[in-house]
């Protein structure tokens, strides 16, 4: 088994264009280079962070400060007395020190309260948006696989269809050389060759246009893509009932989901702008230390000499309090503060009902979409029988002269028509099936599996 695995290793590294990816590589890479998908795992992140946020304001409250002071001073008092005015020089320099600790354990903050119940329901938010953005994930990785999987349809499609032509090109030329057809059959193959290059021109830049999308999700260009099966089984969703599916859109629905938790929160938060007319309480204990130094020189003149007057302080100071605020006037901010947060609560309760309408409304329209992809589907195998039978009748007719190249290149324009659209409506079912789910809500990495189940 080890040597197995090592020889399919030693296969892809030696020649890439031999291992084709399938559904899942292409998701896998998806999901750790997805620059949407990381960005929403940052946002859910920084979400989580409200919860610890809002405890905070629960919890003790811890300050250290301190101040150092150094103040000097030199200047000349004049004092009235008995034999009029003593002037005294003054020369003082002082050092102090202040610092102390503070401890603050709110008792009553109903804000805070509210807020820390607000909380996780943001969280609940958070995690859903990023399971809303997995979901899209899934699809989104299963339309850029299947648009490079048509693309390349096409370029085949129109590659064969371009050497049909240049070989009815070639033989209108032989017939026109020996008298058998006129000039016009021959213009009209040449023109038809023109324009199957250029139709295969355009399927090649499209194809490019293609990978590009999907290198945006995997951050890497995929060379080769397992295809579709030929003989996929074609089955209608299960229930097959579009309201069955609109109620369970209803119940599970990521982004209705996250909706519902917005306009709770949006509620929470009404509350938490009223709670500032609410009182305070806080329990608050600080002790403080003080040191003084200061040293002083004081000179009457005439008189000679200095008197020196040092002076020291050194004291501690303690305090429990108990401090209570009540809010009587702040300009009207906080009742501000209520009606904006009233008005995002309509706006998010409108906001609930337009998702809840475009929900229902993507249901049903993915469902019907399956639905027609399912009858298209067999209508197109028909048509694509019908059409290949009509080109070699065609082609035979023209062989005896009873056609002229123009039906010909109809005929075959038909075929084209017929191949491609059926491989469309083909990738259009695969892609419809997912989109339902996840409208409903249910898509998961095991439909993924599924779908991948489904490649050749």
């Known amino acids: 088994m080890k040597s197995a695995t090592c020889l399919v290793l030693m296969a892809i590294y030696l020649f890439p264009g031999a291992y084709a990816a399938d559904l899942l590589d292409v998701y896998d890479s998806a999901l750790n280079s997805d620059p949407q998908l990381r960005e929403a795992d940052a946002l ?40 009029g ?20 354990q709110p008792l009553f903050r109903w804000d805070q309260w509210l807020s820390l119940k607000q909380a996780d329901k943001v969280v609940a938010q958070a995690d859903v948006d990023y399971a809303v953005v997995k979901q899209e994930l899934i699809v989104r990785v299963a339309v850029g696989y299947f648009d490079v999987l048509a693309a390349r349809d096409d370029v ?36 038809a060759y023109d324009q199957a290059i250029a139709t295969e021109i355009q399927a090649k830049r ?32 299960v229930p097959a009932d579009d309201e069955a599916w609109v109620n369970t859109a209803m119940e599970n629905n990521l982004s209705l989901l996250s909706t519902r938790l917005d306009v ?14 609410f009182p305070t309480l806080d329990l608050v204990v600080r002790r ?18 200095a008197i020196d007057s040092p002076t020291r302080s050194d004291f501690s100071t303690g305090a429990v309090e108990l401090q209570f605020n009540l809010p009587i006037y702040s300009g009207g901010s906080t009742s501000s503060r209520v009606r904006e947060s009233v008005y995002r609560h309509r706006a ?35 048509a694509l029988s019908s059409s290949e039978t009509a080109l070699r009748a065609t082609e035979a007719g023209f062989d005896v002269g009873t056609r002229t190249s123009v039906d010909v290149l109809n005929a075959r324009r038909n075929l084209l028509n ?37 490649l050749d």
């Not at 049909?164 to 023109?191: K, P």
């Not at 194809?207 to 890497?220: C, D, K, P």
């Not at 709770?264 to 007319?277: F, Q, S, Y």
């Open 44 to 83: 859910r992140l920084a979400s989580l962070e409200t919860r610890p946020q809002a405890r905070a304001g629960l919890l003790p409250q811890v300050a250290l400060f301190a101040t150092e002071t150094d103040q000097g001073q030199d200047g000349l008092s004049s004092q009235f007395g008995q034999d």
């Open 85 to 104: 005015f003593i002037d005294t020089l003054i020369d003082s320099d002082t050092d102090q020190t202040f610092y102390g600790l503070s401890v603050t």
């Open 156 to 191: 085949e499609a129109a590659a064969a269809n371009k050497e049909a032509i240049a070989r009815q090109l070639e033989q209108a030329e032989t017939r026109f050389e020996v008298g058998l057809i006129a000039i016009t059959d021959v213009e009209e193959s040449r023109a």
């Open 206 to 237: 499209l194809l490019a246009t293609a990978r590009e999308n999907l290198r945006e999700l995997t951050g890497s260009y995929v060379e080769s893509l397992e295809g579709l099966e030929a003989g996929l089984a074609l089955s209608a969703p």
């Open 264 to 277: 709770e929160i949006a509620k929470d938060t009404i509350n938490v702008e009223r709670a500032g007319h």
């Open 288 to 305: 403080n230390e003080f040191d003084s130094k200061s040293d002083q020189q004081l000179r009457f003149p005439p008189a000679p000499g």
């Open 348 to 382: 998010a309760r409108e906001r609930l009902e337009r998702v809840a309408r475009e929900t229902e409304r993507e249901i049903r329209d993915a469902y019907l979409g399956v639905l027609s992809d399912v009858a298209t589907i067999r209508a197109l195998e028909q």
């Open 418 to 454: 017929a191949r491609t659209n059926l491989a469309r409506s083909r990738y259009d079912y695969v892609i419809n099936m997912l989109r339902l789910k996840r409208a409903a809500g249910t898509l998961s990495l095991d439909d993924l599996r599924e779908v991948n189940g489904w």
